[in-house]
């Protein structure tokens, strides 16, 4: 595997299920990212992990909760979603601190449906 | 509040022809500036990134930075049908922080 992965690439579940999102980043970098992308929409920062700790929240609401094990993989815990949840889910990761460019990298996305 | 604006467009070039994407943002204190191409369903592809005043080349891709301007600018020279797709501006306003445009749909017309 190379650069950022994330599965599964789509998700139907419903208002009272519980489901994660999974990234993983095989690029050394030191910083993690959710964004999700609504139609016309720029993509809005959920969270945001350095080295395992939480470094940005920007105000998501309690029904997504993010979890970073290590430096390399991110996940996005998911419970009663409304169906405004529905979106294209983005995990990113670039090296920040230190680094010579701070060029950000996007894996493939989770299409995820909330009936 | 931080912001990145863009023309949506869409912007319809021939092909062969330069397409010219434009895009300003309001931080001054921003340091990095990348152009994405994500296609329809797909997720944002890193294309070019410039860090200093002037252009950047890279193949058919020429970015261009005026930070006095506040102005960030991306040259598709000899547009392909395969270059269509929307064009996302990001800007890097502090550590961890990027601000992105809400993206120029681009089409080429074959």
């Known amino acids: 595997e190379t650069g950022v992965t994330q599965t599964p690439r789509h998700l139907v579940m419903g208002m009272t299920n519980k489901k994660s999102l999974k990234c993983e980043q095989h690029?050394?970098?030191?910083?993690m990212y959710w964004y999700k992308q609504s139609a016309k929409k720029p993509l809005e920062l959920m969270f945001v992990y350095s080295l395992e700790e939480r470094v940005e929240n920007n105000s998501v609401p309690s029904r997504f909760s993010p979890e970073c094990p290590n430096s390399s993989h991110l996940f996005l815990h998911l419970h009663t979603l409304q169906p405004e949840d529905s979106a294209l889910y983005l995990c990113?990761?670039?090296?920040?601190?230190?680094?010579?460019?701070?060029?950000?990298?996007f894996g493939p996305g989770t299409r995820l449906t909330v009936t | 509040q931080k912001e990145v604006e863009q023309n949506s467009g869409p912007l319809s070039v021939p092909e062969g022809a330069i397409a010219s994407l434009n895009c300003t943002y309001s931080d001054r204190g921003s340091q990095s500036f990348f152009w994405y191409r994500q296609y329809s369903g797909k997720s944002p592809e890193l294309i070019m990134s410039i860090y200093s005043n002037g252009d950047k080349e890279d193949g058919r891709f020429t970015a261009q930075l005026n930070k006095a301007s506040q102005y960030v600018s991306l040259l598709i020279r000899d547009s392909q049908p395969s270059d269509s797709a929307t064009y996302l501006c990001?800007?890097?306003?502090?550590?961890?922080?990027?601000?992105f445009g809400t993206g120029t749909r681009l089409k080429v017309l074959a």
């Open positions: 990113a990761s670039s090296q920040e601190e230190g680094a010579s460019s701070y060029e950000q990298y």
């Open positions: 990001a800007v890097n306003i502090r550590t961890y922080k990027y601000i």
């Open positions: 690029l050394g970098h030191n910083a």
